[in-house]
């Protein structure tokens, strides 16, 4: 594995997600779970991207797409978390989680503007 903290990060990340969601409710683990999941994977896959290209323009563009990404990725565990798939202590793990992962992607983001 690339040795770039943030991959680190959602790695670990992911694996927790994995986790937390073999408990959700069968009805909501093929929906809603599996969305999240698919959407943390294509995260990785643009961070990846970006950190594997030279042209500055090309990374910014992959790093806003993860960006967006991760901000829906938010979006679906606070509503997996008001549609009781979450427990709370799950989910106030998972975002405090995701805010470090933002922090350090809004960071590589500013550092290329």
């Not at 809603?32 to 970006?50: E, M, R, V």
């Amino acid at each position: 594995m690339l040795d770039i903290p943030i991959i680190h990060l959602l790695y670990d990340f992911y694996k927790l997600w994995h986790k937390v969601s073999l408990n959700f409710p069968k009805s909501r683990r093929y929906t809603l779970g599996q969305i999240c999941g698919t959407d943390l994977l294509l995260l990785l896959k643009n961070i990846l991207a970006a950190s594997a290209t030279k042209d500055r323009k090309i990374k910014l563009e992959k790093l806003r797409q993860a960006s967006i990404k991760l901000d829906l990725i938010k979006i679906l565990i606070r509503l997996a978390k008001d549609c009781d798939c979450l427990q709370n202590k799950s989910y106030l793990e998972l975002q405090s989680k995701l805010h470090g992962i933002g922090k350090m992607l809004g960071g590589w983001i500013k550092s290329l503007e």
